[in-house]
């Protein structure tokens, strides 16, 4: 089992920054892939970042530019750092990471926090 331990969301201005961290404990072997989605009211959930376990990063038009994804291999820890934050980046954010255990893939998200921007 893994617990997500998600912090960092808040209210912000337009062209203001916000962090969102997630860190990862339990039971696993690795840690492969680390991301965020988010879910905005009355929409579909939707990928915001991903990194995988040997950096590489994607990010969707919608973001690209603007948000950072990182990760802390020792802290299992993955980051979102959010510049430029417009009203539509409005959603809950969910931390998803995807872990190796006894050689099967399991896939985890966390609570989701609240990041909401105003105009």
């Known amino acids: 089992q893994v617990q997500l331990v998600e912090s960092g969301g808040g209210l912000a201005q337009a062209g203001g920054s916000l962090r969102l961290s997630c860190t990862a404990s339990g039971s696993f072997f690795s840690i492969n892939k680390m991301g965020w989605f988010r879910q905005a009211a009355g929409k579909e959930r939707e990928l915001v970042a991903i990194?995988?376990?040997?950096?590489?990063?994607n990010y969707p038009d919608s973001v690209k530019g603007r948000f950072t994804i990182s990760r802390d291999n020792a802290k299992n820890t993955v980051l979102l750092q959010m510049n430029s934050l417009k009203p539509e980046d409005t959603a809950v954010y969910y931390c998803?990471?995807?872990?190796?255990?006894?050689?099967?893939?399991?896939?985890?998200w966390g609570q989701g926090t609240q990041v909401t921007v105003s105009s």
């Open positions: 998803n990471v995807e872990v190796s255990f006894l050689r099967s893939k399991y896939n985890y």
């Open positions: 990194i995988t376990s040997g950096g590489s990063t």
